[in-house]
């Protein structure tokens, strides 16, 4: 007995997908010979800088980055400094001012004083 098709009952075939192209890959027979492997060396990244102006750029940006977070290290130390400076300045502003007050009332304390 012949084996029916589902054209036979008058059922269109589906279109290809990729689903079905890739099962014909797959259950093809495979060939006798066997692939060649490519060359490793080919596919290995290179011992040397292909790309040597883009490496000597980024040598002095690196240094330049180095020096800046320096830079950056001292001007804090620095800016911590004269903010510590100017509280003293100021304190000891008060406290002259406070002295000098207190010098003046003595003075005019002294001049108020009856002559014996």
Known sequence: MPTQTAADHGIRP?????S???????????????VSHPDISS???????L???????????HDTQ???EKFTVHAA?????????????TSIQSLFERERDSLV????????????
């Open 66 to 68: 180095s020096h800046f």
């Open 77 to 89: 130390t620095l800016l911590d400094g004269i903010k510590e400076s100017r509280h003293e300045i």
């Open 14 to 18: 589906r279109p290809p997908t990729a």
């Open 105 to 116: 009332g003595n003075m005019a304390d002294l001049g108020k004083r009856p002559v014996d």
């Open 43 to 49: 596919l290995a990244p290179p011992t040397k800088s």
């Open 20 to 34: 079905a192209a890739l099962w014909a890959h797959l259950l093809r027979p495979r060939a006798q010979n066997p």
């Open 51 to 61: 790309d040597k102006p883009a490496t000597s750029t980024r040598i002095p940006l």
